[in-house]
């Protein structure tokens, strides 16, 4: 998935869990953790096996269930801690459903999921083939996803993808655009 789509799903969760169980709208520290957990394990694991070669693949270290659930353990731990519950919950929602799409993903594109990288290291992850580092595999990527774009009509992931951005920013107006700077913070009830 790309980081819009990772945020976009991540905030679509974490909106519905503030609005459903806490009874509020997001508040923007919140958000914020939910921002950067939705983007951790790419941030972590692509220049790693990209760039450094340390890891075998882009979706080894950070995108296991072995460092994502204890890691979601301790931030929901830390933040009850500190008696903002709501700041855990956007972290484990942002690194979780991160890695929910990445399972996903490949069946929005005609391929079958892939969970294999949920339990590395115990089920090896296969290497890549080669290492040309992060900015041309991102390249490389970005320019599969252009043409995919630039295909004639209006493709069933495309469309997907525009219902998904489009609702999950009007979402983000309805609860009161929390995450930006100078903000004022509005809950809705």
């Known amino acids: 998935m790309w980081p819009w789509e990772h ?20 508040r923007s520290d919140a958000v914020v953790v939910l921002v950067v957990a939705t983007q951790l394990p790419d ?3 692509k220049p790693l096996a990209w760039s450094l070669s340390v890891l075998p693949s882009g ?7 072995l460092t994502a ?3 979601s353990a301790f931030a929901l731990a830390l933040a009850a801690r500190a008696n903002r519950a709501d700041v855990g919950v956007a972290f484990a929602v942002g690194y979780c459903s991160h ?9 929005l594109l005609g391929r079958p999921p892939n969970v294999a990288f949920l339990l590395w290291p115990v089920v090896p992850a296969p290497p890549e083939t080669e290492s040309p580092g992060l900015l041309a595999q991102f390249s490389r990527y970005f320019g599969d996803y252009l043409a995919r774009l630039g295909e004639s009509g209006l493709s069933g992931y ?7 951005l489009g609702a999950v920013f009007l979402l983000w107006l309805y609860d009161g655009m929390p995450g930006l700077p100078g903000r004022a913070r509005v809950t809705r009830r």
């Open 69 to 71: 659930a204890p890691l």
């Open 59 to 65: 979706h080894s270290l950070a995108h296991s269930l």
């Open 43 to 45: 941030l972590v694991d």
């Open 99 to 107: 890695l929910v799409g990445d399972v996903v993903y490949p069946a």
């Open 7 to 26: 945020l976009a799903v991540g905030y679509l969760c974490y909106s519905a869990y503030s609005h459903l169980v806490a009874r509020h709208s997001p």
């Open 158 to 164: 495309v469309a997907l993808e525009l219902a998904l």
